[in-house]
């Protein structure tokens, strides 16, 4: 998982690779602030005709986007999409493999059709049917290049990606306690999923995204300046430094570099 220097843009992803992110807040200014202020994010307008929906871009190309909450009981969080060719029949096999339902296919003007699902573990996640819009930059500085799973329902999840979302699993070596399995993309990017049993039940489980920093200890410094605090300190590990922290609104992500 190696972070590239060039702008990677995936114009064709192939199934259930990640394709957009976005983040639900209970202060879309704050949040704006906060993220252009770490990553050199650029914030567009927020667009009244999708309730304040506001795209924001890395060097002129579409990178995550902001939502204003419209429930306060489920802001605050960053949310996955996972691309499929076919979101009816994405959402038919969710129903057969174990998942539930939370928003059923919803066609957004002529971007795309959007649908999101709980997994067999409980954890939310998107999927996102291109149209006009295909997706965001990924696996360079300032962009996602990680996705991850953290879930108490490892041996029920595994089946459930490859089948919905046609994922190829490959399960990494580690000690016994040790258990995640990777769905390798290209050029950095990937996702995986890992065993949350031995973690403590507090610890928070669900989807979470990495962003690339050329320097994680540097970003943790301004993540506390711009209102966040870390939850993970940096950390040298065979996948690169990582580090978990909050943003100003209490949103959680992860952050990674060589």
Known sequence: MTIVRHMTIRHDPPAGAPIWVDLMSSDRDASEAFYTGLLGWVADDPNPEFGGYTNVTLAGEAVAGLMPAQDVEACDAWMVYLNVA???????????????????????ADLGVMAVVLDPGGSAVGMWQPG???GGVVATLG??????????????????????FGWTLSEQPGPPD??????????????GVMDATVFPPEAPRGWTVYFAVDDVEAALATTVELGGRVSIPAESTPYGVLAEAYDSTGARFKLRAD
Do not use: N, Q, W
């Open 178 to 191: 040790f258990r995640y399995t990777l769905y390798e993309i290209a050029d950095g990017e990937s996702a």
């Open 132 to 134: 006009e819009h295909r």
């Open 143 to 164: 962009a996602p290049c990680h996705f991850e799973l953290h879930t108490d329902a490892y041996d029920a999840v595994l089946p459930f990606y490859r089948d919905v």
């Open 86 to 108: 076919d979101a009816e029949g994405a959402v038919a096999a969710v129903k057969g493999a174990g998942g539930t339902v939370i928003v059923e296919p919803m066609p957004i």
